[in-house]
């Protein structure tokens, strides 16, 4: 276990263990609709670099899959532009989608990676606050390659 502090930390990691994923790989993000989103273009400006094709797939429901691009003097941003997320060379899953409110099952997730990973055996990354996998059990449910785990902490100075 390594541990990293801060948004430096959190973001370095994530690019740290997209290290092995090719250049111009496909990318799925899934996480829950309006929660996880905005990590997940936060993730994809860190590997902005790699030229990955990246995509949303909100609740784990491929049929909804959107294209991340990057929007000048904006960053990076889901678009409102259907995409193909079939044979990605990496699914990254946030923790969102572990929440009873905001998200699904596990066994829809687990569905949605066999629905689209066809021949390829793409690399699940998990990205999650609190160790929300672990309370919700995920982690003995879908079987990821790494997990990152982040806590934050808030204080008010005033």
Known sequence: MEKKKGIVGFTGTFRERMADTKEGSKVVFTGSVAVCSPFIELLAYTVRDRGFDMLYVPKANAKEARKIR???????????????????????????????????????????????????????????FMNIFEKAGWDKKLDFDTVIDITMETVVVK
């Open 70 to 128: 990057e929007i000048e003097n904006i960053g990076y941003s889901v678009v409102d532009e259907k995409g193909d997320p079939k044979n990605p060379d990496a699914i990254v899953v946030l923790g969102g989608l572990a929440m009873p409110k905001f998200g699904c099952t596990p066994e829809d997730v687990n569905q949605m990676i066999e629905s689209i990973s066809g021949d390829k055996k793409p690399k699940i990354f998990g990205v999650g």
